[in-house]
C-alpha cells in the first residue's frame, strides 16, 4: 500500500509529511517579517535623529546670531561714545 493509485482515498493517506521543512520554512517566514520590521523601526530611528540634527544645528545658528547681535552692539555703543 506504499504506492498512490489515482483517485483512490485521501492524498494525506499516502504522502509523508515532512515536519522538518515545515518547520524550516515557518521560522524563515518568522525572520522576514522581524528583519522588516527591524528595517522599519531603524527608519524611524533615522528620521528621528535627522529631526533632532536639524534642532541642534537650528539652536546653533541662533546662538552663533545672538553672539554676533550682541557683539556688534558692543561695537556701536563704543563707536557712538
Known amino acids: 500500500m506504499s504506492a498512490r493509485r489515482e483517485g483512490a482515498g485521501s492524498r494525506f493517506l499516502y504522502d509523508s509529511f515532512d515536519a522538518a521543512q515545515a518547520r524550516i520554512e515557518a521560522n524563515e517566514r518568522v525572520m522576514q517579517e522581524r528583519w522588516a520590521a527591524l528595517e522599519f523601526r531603524l527608519g524611524q530611528i533615522d528620521a528621528v535623529l535627522e529631526r533632532l540634527e536639524r534642532r541642534i544645528w537650528l539652536g546653533v545658528c ?4 545672538f553672539l554676533l547681535a550682541q557683539g556688534a552692539e558692543a561695537l ?5 561714545r
Open 62 to 65: 541662533g546662538l552663533t546670531a
Open 76 to 80: 556701536i555703543g563704543a563707536a557712538l
